[in-house]
């Protein structure tokens, strides 16, 4: 028995606006990928060619390969700011902390 075909990517038809499918997929290069939409509705028939790519990472790979360049997204580099900020401002208040010696000895330093 044959199966129906599932389409888990899916775009909008720009012309009758329903879900359509991708037919084909082609990987165009690293980060780019040409995939090729029909429209089931009858009478529609629309087909058409879309290309996605990757522009931006939100995390590396377990593994990052060196080769790939492709930037953080904004918002990932704002939140990578923020949270090293954050992480220093505790560092230096940790360090005042145990820095300051409630009895006022100074310790001998090598
Ligand atoms: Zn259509």
Do not use: W
Not at 17 to 26: F, P, Q, V, Y
Not at 39 to 47: K, N, S, V
Request: aromatic share 6%; hydrophobic share 40%; glycine share 6%.
């Amino acid at each position: 028995m044959m199966r129906a075909r599932t389409c888990r990517t899916t775009a909008i038809c720009p012309h009758c606006n329903t879900l359509i499918g991708a037919r084909t997929s082609i990987r165009s290069s690293r980060f780019t990928t040409r995939r090729i939409y029909m429209c089931l509705i009858p009478g529609c028939g629309f087909q058409g060619v879309a290309i996605e790519e990757m522009v931006f990472q939100l995390s590396e790979g377990a593994s990052p390969d060196p080769t790939v360049d492709l930037p953080f997204a904004p918002h990932v580099i704002r939140m990578r700011e923020r949270n090293a900020a954050i992480a220093a401002r505790k560092r230096s208040q940790l360090s005042f902390t145990f820095d300051d010696d409630p009895s006022g000895d100074v310790a001998a330093v090598a």
